[in-house]
């Protein structure tokens, strides 16, 4: 990655420009059987089209707050990233109250704390590839409906400034560069040591740990994350075998 990366954004269009090809996100769902290995083109793509439906029909700018309201999942990184590249502040598992724009799971209590929000909704149903859900929440739109036909480059409407906050989670705020600046320090201690590098995260995203080990280290150094949710469901002789399969060179969990 660039010594002048500021952002988590900045970091991803480094990545694209390195090596759109190889492997940034795998994701797995110990309770579905659910894997999906994202590029980083791939990714990036995601990114660029939820950006660009933040910024042109959700009306978002820089300073809103965005709650995400959402477990660790590849769809989560990509809304992490697109806050990230518009300049407004994601809000893991905040208020919805006090959201401009807020972002549900299909889990009834997230979509019961989500209605706080007076602004925009949107609902993820997560589902493999993307799917929509068989009927939208009421009130909320259908992210895996109005995401597609967003366009695939984004170009946010003023730049981000690194210093500006860009992320809150456990009641934590950080700007842009102290995400950039944390998830490279804190890179060695995860054993993520630079490019080829692949950690196994089965850590939620509802800490800095986890959004760490599960993103920002991985994108910060080079590297790329096997995502698995539901972990504990997993046995020790298939999680070793997923570690050998998937190249794995350090578990968080």
Known sequence: MNATDRTPADLLSSALAADPGR??????????????????????????KTANLLQDELSVEPGDRVTLLLPAHWQTAVWLLACASVGVVAD???????????VSGPEPESLDAARACSGPRV????????????????????YAV??????????????????????????????????????????????????????????PYD??????????????????????????????DALDKRVESERVTVIAR
């Open 123 to 142: 609902a993820l149903a997560l589902r493999p590839l993307g799917g929509r859900f068989p009927q939208p929440p009421e009130g909320f739109a259908d």
């Open 92 to 102: 893991v598992g905040g208020d919805a109250s006090a959201a401009d724009v807020v």
């Open 207 to 236: 800490t800095w740990e986890g959004l760490n080990a599960g993103l920002y280290a991985p994108l910060a150094t080079g590297g790329s994350v096997v995502l698995c949710r539901n972990l504990d469901r997993l046995g020790a």
């Open 23 to 48: 492997p940034l996100v795998t994701f797995y769902d110990d309770a579905t059987g659910e894997r999906v290995e994202l590029s980083v083109a791939t990714f990036a793509n995601w990114v660029a």
């Open 146 to 203: 109005e995401v597609p036909g967003q366009g695939d480059r984004f170009e946010p409407y003023a730049p981000v400034d690194p210093e500006e906050p860009a992320l809150i989670v456990a009641g934590r705020e950080f700007s842009g560069a102290e995400v950039v600046e944390r998830a490279r320090a804190e890179a060695p201690d995860l054993g993520l040591t630079g490019p080829g590098s692949r950690i196994l995260s089965g850590l």
